[in-house]
T-cell receptor, first 113, second 113 residues
Framework: AQTVTQSQPEMSVQEAETVTLSCTYD???????LFWYKQPPSRQMILVIR??????QNATENRFSVNFQKAAKSFSLKISDSQLGDAAMYFC??????????FGKGTKLTVNP | DTGVSQDPRHKITKRGQNVTFRCDPI?????LYWYRQTLGQGPEFLTY????????KSRLLSDRFSAERPKGSFSTLEIQRTEQGDSAMYLC???????????FGQGTRLTVV
């Protein structure tokens, strides 16, 4: 079964600084998708960024970028120029042929002013 | 379109009672998913529908749980004879077939006392 591991229960960053959240996963599939979702307190989960496994180029969305290492099964999220609004739970998720998403336990990000 | 809507937002029930939650997906989305999220954990997949057909069910979905999507639009999730272990956030998500992004609702928080 596929598993997703986020080894950092909590992280903090100073406003305007850069932070990297870690994620590793385990799968025997070759074709899959990886996602980072953000869940602000009492608000719905929203997609931050996605990566197709067949693409070698790392995905980027404005201040958010990923470091996808397929051989190492690693998928980290880098947030540049951190803003107070970035404070949230961040979940790494995996999806292959099945429609279901498999989530990690999450990393709580605090942004200090 | 206001996104995925879930009702109620909060539900407190006594152990042994039945509860029903509703999810209204984004209107053109033909796929609908239910997830359960307990404190300190990432969401766990429960079931998903493509139109009105329930295509996959998790082993987490015991006999006390039933989900329906009768006309391929809104969905209901019913829990019979609730137990304290059912206390969790129940999340609904929807997506369009062929698209990787799933959009989440704000969830229904169930507390069983």
């Amino acid at each position: 079964a596929q598993t997703v591991t986020q080894s950092q229960p909590e992280m903090s960053v100073q406003e305007a600084e850069t932070v990297t959240l870690s994620c590793t996963y385990d799968t025997s599939e070759s074709d899959y998708y990886l996602f980072w979702y953000k869940q602000p307190p009492s608000r719905q989960m929203i997609l931050v960024i996605r990566q197709e496994a067949y693409k070698q180029q790392n995905a980027t969305e404005n201040r958010f970028s990923v470091n996808f290492q397929k051989a190492a099964k690693s998928f980290s999220l880098k947030i540049s120029d951190s803003q107070l609004g970035d404070a949230a739970m961040y979940f790494c998720a995996y999806r292959s042929g099945s429609e279901k998403l498999v989530f990690g336990k999450g990393t709580k990000l605090t942004v200090n002013p | 379109d206001t996104g995925v809507s879930q009702d109620p937002r909060h539900k407190i029930t006594k152990r042994g009672q039945n509860v029903t939650f509703r999810c209204d997906p984004i209107s053109e989305h033909n796929r609908l998913y239910w997830y359960r999220q307990t404190l300190g954990q990432g969401p766990e997949f429960l079931t998903y529908f493509q139109n009105e057909a329930q295509l996959e069910k998790s082993r987490l979905l015991s006999d006390r749980f039933s989900a329906e999507r009768p006309k391929g639009s809104f969905s209901t999730l019913e829990i019979q004879r609730t137990e304290q272990g059912d206390s969790a956030m129940y999340l609904c998500a929807s997506s369009l077939e062929g698209r990787t992004e799933a959009f989440f609702g704000q969830g229904t928080r169930l507390t069983v006392v």
